[in-house]
């Protein structure tokens, strides 16, 4: 391959993977948008995922989406997701920036998000919780307070 198709093929690439982020940036301005500074102030309170909330439909179409670019998901950063809404929703971002908590909110929220699109492979590794030392794991997750609803 020549040094020139070696060019073409880098900025390709590139392009493809603006083309990808920017995709996630569409799905997440969906995901986001019925939200108001008030749902997202009681989500960060009580550490509440925006995919707990987001319509079935919304869901569905993400991870299927989601599912051709992998190779993408480590290029969605939590930095990332604050640009975004500082230029989409700079109401959300105001309030998260200011928030005590607020951007460890973001962090742990794209890791979750991230699950959800890009589950892990069948048979590879799996997140777990685990139980404090002498306890049982619970049964089923902890239900999400009905105060917190989005849409």
Known sequence: MSRAQREVK??????AMEAVLEGIRGYLEELLRPVTTDQLYAAIKQDVS???F????VKRRGSTWARNFRKYQDRVTPLLILSWLREDRSDLHNLIINMPGGTKWVARMTEDIK????????????????AP????????????PA???WG
């Open 10 to 15: 880098k900025v390709v690439a590139s392009l």
């Open 50 to 52: 925006p995919w707990d």
């Open 133 to 144: 030392e002498g306890e049982a794991p619970p049964e089923e997750q902890e239900e999400i």
């Open 147 to 149: 105060k917190v609803k």
């Open 115 to 130: 699950l959800h699109l890009w589950p892990p492979a069948e048979g590879g590794l799996k997140l777990v919780q685990a």
């Open 54 to 57: 987001a319509p079935s439909k």
